[in-house]
């Protein structure tokens, strides 16, 4: 059984940087496509970044050029790592790690992480 453990999260200043990592285990083999997702109060869940077993990145308009996403396999893991730089306001909120087991799109994610908690400060 694939399980999603995120670190990572905390305070970060306006034009800071802040580095998300998301750690799967457990029948790796099976993980196709990853993302981070991110939610901010009152609002839903939405794509920021995802990635393909191929290593193809997508970024939503709001984090490109700041935001870079990665993956890394080992035998026993696979990793999903977001780096953010240059931090707005607006990218504060509660970030999930999300994947895909098997292929198909990352909208129909069927592993979520617990979900790791951003604050951006001015």
């Known amino acids: 059984q694939v399980q999603l453990a995120e670190s990572g999260g905390g305070a970060a200043q306006v034009g800071g940087s802040l580095r998300l990592s998301c750690v799967a285990s457990g029948f790796t083999f099976r993980i196709g496509i990853m993302a981070w997702y991110r939610q901010a109060p009152g609002q839903q869940r939405d794509l920021v970044a995802s990635?393909?077993?191929?290593?193809?990145?997508?970024?939503v308009d709001s984090v490109k050029g700041r935001f870079t996403i990665s993956r890394e396999h080992t035998e026993n893991t696979a990793t999903v790592t977001l780096q953010m730089n240059n931090r707005k306001p607006e990218d504060a909120a509660v970030y999930y790690c999300?994947?895909?087991?098997?292929?198909?799109?990352?909208?129909?994610?069927?592993?979520w992480g617990q979900g790791t908690q951003v604050t951006v400060s001015s």
């Open positions: 990635i393909t077993t191929g290593g193809m990145p997508y970024y």
């Open positions: 999300a994947a895909k087991r098997g292929p198909g799109p990352i909208d129909a994610a069927d592993l």
